[in-house]
């Protein structure tokens, strides 16, 4: 009998206490409510609020410059998807529409986890505007390219399965409101990386200019958009050489207002993982690994077509900025040799300008004897080339002479290269377009011809949209801006028909109901993840 | 009823009577004899006066040898050591008390001369319990097993026809006296196949016996304690030593392929030291790897991830619970079945010493290889690659074609090599033969209550390519210790270090995608090629001194160099140890403490050298990854074990804690400036520095109780009931129970079934249970910052922590319910047995990753969200074909079938097809367009009409609409699993030669086939083609002649639809060993002092059937990338005895 009480005893010393045995030892991360309440918790999730610009911007570019006038697909490497560059097969599961959408809305938990944890934090007014700034981005890219889409101003804390959709005029109220917010918090010191008023500015000119061609703009949408740019621009004046704006170690420039920032300090953890890609696109496949440290890796996807190239005149300092015109014995010559010294290197191929006559092309050859001579109209999208390396111009305004050579397709994000999302040559243009649309074309020709004037060509005389589209083809090429520049001033169809080589015919955009596929339709996954079944596609794909 | 009364009363009185004319018998040779003669009387005649209180069986047996020339003897194991009896008995004949014991105790008493054997009794017959057997002549000889040729104690000599007998002795030496030569001999022990022989005029007669297949004592661990075979209420299927041995295997789990029914087993890539996939009953889990389907590994009470790391000879048993009665007094553990592994040693060590050696070593070659295109073939391929893309497919003059499919310029070498057609063999300068050996020695010792058991083993094994190995050094060692009656201790340790080298994970694939014309040597200025020199990129080659292109096609890496310089290394140690401590204060209550953990700790180094790949872009670099795992798990169990009258009583009350916890950590870096394999990681620039370590822990309490009743050995009742808690599972929601009931019926035990060689044995089973499972990553109900992120403010670093997956704050159990129906039966004195299985689990509220809406911001959560149905029927048999002493042909035979289908998602009968999962099919189902020809140059108007031109893929428009649509053209077109496996054994003896078949079939595979997307991918140029027999090209102007086919499309220009192309029946019968084995006479062995010598040769995998085109069908279903060919081993080896 003793011995059963012993065991008894036993048991119950077992038993006891086994509410603490079951609780979980975490010794190696916290929980958000454990550390986004500390000043450095909460400092870290903005942190993560900025990394998350990097899965948004420097990516894939196909939402941004796919089946636009300037940009198409190099013939015989395809990888470029096919519904966003030609419509005809744009459907709600064609590879990449879902890009922005997954990514902001990851951007959207973010900033709205932040807003859940900013008061017990006590967040500082810079990191609430920071808050509201990536929001209010996010959502400004998502109701560009989807329409309307579910607002979230809330922490998602629970497997949430049924979401509604906002409509488009709700969600430029809500991107309005947030960079209002972002506008009152965020300080105004030197651009270092984080959000300014100036960026905030930028982008507030931005989304109110492009919401002023929307059937639900407001009448002051143009001149509230003009006085906006003109705050982002507080007077400076433009005065960097192209070249200099786009030199590899000169990202922060003078002129950049807003950049999402990359850096060996942060990129090397995991190399190919976390640089940016920007550099891989626009241009030839230049060879596989075997060329490593003579060129970079290119994808032959993005090439530019005719027409984008033809935008170009004779004196245009930005042509040779942005395409690698001559190629020397080594791609990477071009950055590693001194720009002074180029004139005595090898040319091993020339991509003839579209300004040269015949006695041009007889003095080039005659003076520097390139290797290879393209022949302008060979060397672009429209050309109809074979996919050969070095076949077509290369856009090398984003290269990174340091970067490693990008692997395989799943490490090609190797370069270390800003993306600059807001230069002040853009506010100008941004600002032109403003006053044009407000009815001051005065001083629309005036904010314009600024950016003329250091680029090496001569003023404009009169200024109407298509000029100003132009001269951000010139001045933006491949950064990320023309499909948004050709849906808001509703000259997508037009000039995708004209200019785009495998877009011959605007039926290409023909939808469903009679709609035109200007809006990207909601991603496939998303309707079918979303267990709301009344979540309506955006009409030309229903 | 009455009839049985009668026929006990006549059996009564017979014996009786035969007693008494044994006492007049004996009465008479005693007298005949005179006294000094060895008096032998039977234990009906002797009496004793006995006082025995609380006395243990041990005790009784003793106190009767003190007074008696008896000797009892029994196997220690059979004994229930928590018996007490108290008897008193005062002058009456040892029969009586014997009876008693056996009442108690369930024994069976047989007295042959002074020996008496004890055996567990399942008799209810009370008089059946003491059969007394004495006699006259000498006949000597020894009795052996056929299994390890060693002796067999405890033997039952009989003369036929008479109750005449004796037991062999430790050795398996007997000495009997018989009647006369026409006398017949009868051998039977439990466990072992019963043999006759007559007499004659031999004097010594040496005996072999197989072991009996029937094995109804067999003793069958059960979770927590063990029981015979045929009180088994749950379905249990096992695996002896011999079974895993014999296919001369180098790991454990593959040697149960096709033995065992309801298991299927199958290796995922064929690389040395890769897991097995190890599924019981179907796949219950929707989502995550084919781990999360393997079963709860129990190594001696040890819980592990996987036995790959054990020798196979120290394995003694394994165990497999396959249905939820049985597992779920493992609740919460349970839900993909259990394994429970004994090795060798512990409790049923026999005494004495003994040492046995085996070893085998074998030889690997490459087997089945797919026909690769020839270099003819292949040029050809590759001309009429570049009709579909280039010039926008038409109207290429021959010069034209020949200048862009050859491109003069940096293709001279190659063009050359076109015109020479000078090929270069892959296969032979990447495949190697390969090795693989297995030696073992073990030794055990027994001396009264204490015993040990030593193992040692060293396996080696290599692959068909270089630099890929396994090397393991196994140490085993167990203890068993009688303290005295009522304390025992026992400890039991495998310790296991393995060095696993595998290579380039890239090797293999670019070795046989590099196109015949490519060579993987440099050439000189004038394009020879310099054999022995390796170049990097065989498919951009290069004049030496120009540097200009000899051939410029494809980036690839030189594999040979690739397989030199690129290394994959695991170190690992995996131990277990368990050890525990018995009590049993009074006969009916046994207490056990079991104490047992589990450490793994693994090295893996990875490192690139500056010629492969990966150092070529990153430059030289390495990476190295510590891992340590510790569990350990805390039993404390009270049995109560009581017999009253008919019932017999089993009750377990059972408390367990459990703590896993990991530690992790890595450190990699790369631009190394010298080759120092992963052994100087820091070498590297400090700015590529990547650190990162990280903690798990998990804790899991649980209580049980089990009854175990059994009403008169014919009506078995199991029921069980277990509650466990899991720190892993949300606040509030960690606990849960899991009951089972199942019901057994001796049924041959009954009246009505008449006692014939027939019937020898016909068993119902019923049983019903959960068994749960909370296989989910620690930390998964709580918003856990997992998550590193980087950025940099204008270069100043500025990381970020977030949760990677959003928190599950209702996570909870996942319950798995099933209801299994069983039949064992044996015929023909059990001739013929086997078991019929039918089963139905529902996994509900799974445990899977549910991909949430793209809105929340989230990827995934773990959610409680699938049901999946799996239900089966398991056929196993075994025949006893011929039996003779000189000859024995044993066959089984295992079927299994099981449907796998998906019963709801989210709470919703709606099929996701974005993941994959679609309700109604199997977890495994292949959802695709269904491949219907190529287009023909006939059918240009309708392929236009399906934007599809001639020569593409042509896909069945299923709905019928004039276009192929991803919503409604897609279908079912067939499943991952098996619709059935089966095995084959055969087990020949004849006299010394033993001749062993296995086979196995894997029918109804229906897989994409990565390797056929590799190697039938007609979208690309460069790479080298399977052998196919046709592709289409169509009419042109470029002098290349047109091919039509049906089967593959034109080379680049596919259309969009090729997976369809790639999905292939992946269905193979194996003869998977066929061994050969000599046992040298004893006569030869016995001089040198060896008890027992076998050699034997063994071919694994000598022939496969199938109709899958890859490497291995067995692996169609794996990733290509690491995928290896197939090979057949041929071994040579010994068994050897002392």
Known sequence: MKKILYIASLLIISLSGCNDFLEEENKSNVSDAEFYVTEEGFQSLINANYSQLREIFGQDPFLFEAGTDLCAVGEGRGGEPLGLSEYAELTPSSSDVDFLYNNCFKAIQLANTGFKFADIAGATNQQIGELHFFRALSYFYLVQTYGGVTIIDEAINEAVTEFDRNSAQEVYDFVIADFENALANVGDDTYNGQVTKRAVNHFLAKVHLTRAYESFAEASDFSIAASYADAAIAGQALALDFHEIWDPKNDMNVETLFSVQFDPSSTNARLGYLGSQQQNFSGSYLGGSEVKDDAPYKSYNMIATNYALSLFEEGDIRYEGTFMMEVFDRYWDYFDVPRANHGSLNVFYFYEPPWFDAQDSIDYVTAKNPANYRSFGEHDANSGAVSNNYQLIICKKFDDPESIFAADGTNRRTSNRDFILARLAETYLIASEAYLGAGDAGTALDRINEVRGVRGVPDFTSVDIDVILDERGRELFFEYHRWFDLKRTGTLVQRAVAHHPQINDASVFNGNNGELKILRPIPQEALDLNQNKDFQQNPAYN | ?1138
């Open chain 2, 1 to 1138: 009823m009455k009839k049985t009364l009668t026929k006990i009363i006549i059996m009564s009185i017979r014996g009786l009577i035969y007693g008494t004319a044994l006492q007049v018998f004996f009465l008479g040779f005693l007298l005949a004899k005179g006294s000094e003669a060895q008096v032998i009387q039977s234990v009906r005649d002797v009496k004793i006066t006995l006082s025995l209180k609380n006395a243990s069986l041990q005790e009784c047996f003793a106190a009767v040898e003190r007074q008696t020339d008896y000797r009892f003897s029994y196997d220690h194991y059979l004994i229930n050591k928590g018996t007490r009896i108290n008897y008193q008995i005062i002058d009456r004949p040892v029969s009586e008390f014997l009876l008693a014991i056996s009442q108690k105790a369930n024994l069976r008493f047989k007295q042959i001369n002074n020996n008496i054997n004890v055996q567990r009794s399942s008799n209810s017959k009370k008089e059946r319990n003491l059969e007394v057997v004495i006699q006259g002549v000498t006949v000597t000889g020894k009795v052996i097993s056929s299994e390890d040729q060693g002796g067999v104690p405890g033997v039952n000599v009989i003369v036929k026809g008479t109750t005449n007998g004796t037991v062999t002795d430790y050795e398996g030496k007997y000495t009997l006296e018989v009647p006369g030569t026409e006398s017949v001999l009868m051998f039977s022990s439990i466990g072992f196949a019963s043999e006759e022989v007559t007499v004659g005029t031999q004097s010594v007669i040496d005996v072999t016996l197989s072991p009996d297949v029937t094995a109804l004592e067999e003793i069958v661990v059960v979770g927590y304690g063990t029981q015979k075979r045929e009180d088994l209420t749950g379905s249990i299927v096992s695996a002896d030593s011999k079974m895993i041995q014999e296919r001369g295997t180098t790991n454990a789990v593959q040697a149960l392929q096709g033995q065992v029914a309801g298991v299927t087993i199958q290796n995922n890539s064929g690389r040395v030291g890769d897991s097995y996939n190890f599924n019981i009953r179907g796949k219950s889990k929707i989502s995550g790897d084919n781990e999360a389907n393997n079963p709860l590994f129990v190594v001696d009470g040890v819980i592990t991830d996987n036995i790959d790391w054990l020798n196979p000879n120290d394995i003694a048993k394994i165990d497999i619970l396959k249905d939820a009665s049985s597992q779920a007094i493992y609740g919460s553990r349970g839900s993909n079945g259990v394994v429970f592994v004994q090795t060798k040693g512990g409790a049923n060590i026999p005494s004495g010493t003994n040492i046995s050696v085996d070893t085998y070593y074998g030889i690997k070659k490459t087997a089945r290889l797919p026909e690769m295109m020839s270099p003819e073939k292949w040029r050809r391929y590759h001309y009429s690659a570049y009709l579909g893309t280039t010039n926008n497919g038409d109207g290429l003059t021959p010069q034209e074609y020949n200048d862009v499919v050859a491109n003069t310029g940096s293709n001279a070498v190659l063009l050359d090599r076109f015109n020479n057609l000078q090929g270069f063999d892959w296969y032979d300068a990447v495949l190697k033969d390969g090795m693989q050996s297995n030696t073992n020695v073990m030794i055990n010792h027994r001396n009264g209550g204490s015993a040990y058991s030593l193992g040692i083993g060293y396996q080696k094994e290599t692959g068909n390519i270089d630099n890929e190995g396994l090397d393991r050094f196994t140490l085993r060692l167990g203890m068993d210790q009688e303290v005295n009656d009522k304390w025992k201790a026992g400890a039991q340790a495998n310790i296991s270090t393995s060095t696993i080298e595998r290579g380039s994970d890239l090797a293999m694939r670019e070795a046989f995608r590099l196109n015949p014309f490519l060579s993987p040597w440099a050439i000189d200025d004038n394009g020879n090629e310099i054999v022995g020199e390796l170049f990097n990129q065989p498919g951009k080659l290069r004049y030496p001194t120009s540097g200009d292109y000899a051939i410029n096609k494809t980036s690839t890496w030189n594999p040979l160099l690739e397989i030199a310089n690129a290394s994959d290394e695991t170190r690992q140690l995996n131990a277990i140890g368990s050890t525990y401590l018995q009590f049993t204060p009074v006969e009916w209550i046994i207490l056990k403490s079991t104490l047992s953990a589990g450490y793994l700790n693994y090295r893996r180094g990875k490192a690139f050298g500056e010629r492969t790949n990966s150092g070529n872009s990153k430059g030289i670099n390495s990476s190295v990854n510590n891992y340590t795992n510790f569990n350990f798990t805390l039993d404390n169990q009270v049995n109560f074990i009581k017999s009253i009258d008919k019932h017999d009583f089993n009750l377990l009350f059972l408390q367990s804690t459990f703590v896993n916890q990991a530690e992790n950590s890595e450190f990699s870096s790369s631009g190394q400036p010298f080759e120092s394999g992963f052994q100087n990681v820091g070498s590297g620039p400090q700015s590529t520095y990547n650190l990162g370590n990280s903690f798990e822990k998990s804790q899991l309490l649980s209580y049980a109780v089990r009854l175990n009743y059994t009403f008169n050995g014919k009506y078995l009742i199991t029921a069980s009931n277990r509650w466990d808690g899991s720190s892993k599972l949300a606040e509030g929601l960690k606990w849960q129970s899991f009951p089972s009931v199942a019901l057994g019926w001796q049924l041959s035990e009954e009246n009505f079934i008449p006692e014939s060689k027939w019937i020898s044995n016909l068993k119902l089973r019923f049983g019903y249970g959960k068994v749960g499972n909370q296989a989910v990553k620690p930390y998964s109900s709580v918003s856990t910052l997992d998550q590193q992120t980087y950025y940099d403010f204008n270069g100043t670093s500025a990381d970020g922590f977030i949760a990677s997956n959003l928190a599950n704050e209702n996570l909870t159990w996942e319950v798995t319910t099933e209801i299994n129906f069983g039949l064992d039966f044996g015929m023909l004195d059990y001739r013929i047995t086997g078991s019929i299985d039918l089963y139905n689990r529902l996994t509900d509220g799974q445990i899977l990753e549910q991909t949430l809406p793209k809105e929340t911001g989230f990827e995934k959560i773990f959610a409680n969200a699938g049901e999946v149905r799996n239900k089966g029927v398991e056929i196993s048999l075994n025949t006893v074909n011929i039996q003779t002493p000189n000859v024995t042909w044993e066959t089984s035979f295992t079927f299994s079938k099981n449907t796998n289908t998906i019963e709801s998602l989210y709470g919703k009968k709606e099929s996701d097809i974005g993941n994959g999962w679609h309700i109604g099919e199997s977890i495994d189902a292949e959802f695709d367009y269904k491949f219907a020809g190529i287009w023909q140059s006939g059918e240009a108007t309708e392929a236009a009409s399906y934007n599809a031109e001639e020569g593409h893929v042509k896909v069945e428009d299923i709905n019928n609409d004039g276009a192929i649509d991803a919503d409604n053209d897609r279908i079912i077109l067939g499943s991952k699993d098996p619709s059935w496996t089966g095995g084959f054994t055969s087990r020949l003896t004849v006299s010394n030669f033993d001749l062993n078949i296995s086979l196995y079939t894997v029918q109804g595979v229906f897989t994409y086939s990565e390797w056929h997307a590799n190697f039938i991918d007609m979208s690309d140029r460069g790479r080298q083609k399977f052998d196919v027999p046709d592709w289409y090209i169509p009419s042109n102007g470029a002098g290349v002649e047109p091919m039509v086919s049906n089967q593959y499309p034109q080379p680049r220009n596919t259309g969009s639809y090729t997976s369809a192309l790639y999905y292939k029946d992946a269905s193979y019968l194996k003869i998977q060993n066929i061994s050969l084995g000599y046992t040298l006479p004893k006569s030869l062995v016995d001089n040198v002092g060896i008890d027992h010598l076998r050699v034997f040769v063994n071919i694994i995998n000598p022939f496969v059937f199938t109709d899958y085109e890859g490497w291995d069908p067995e692996w169609a279903t794996g990733s290509y990338n690491v995928s290896r060919v197939s090979n057949v081993i041929t071994q040579f080896g010994l068994n050897l005895k002392f």
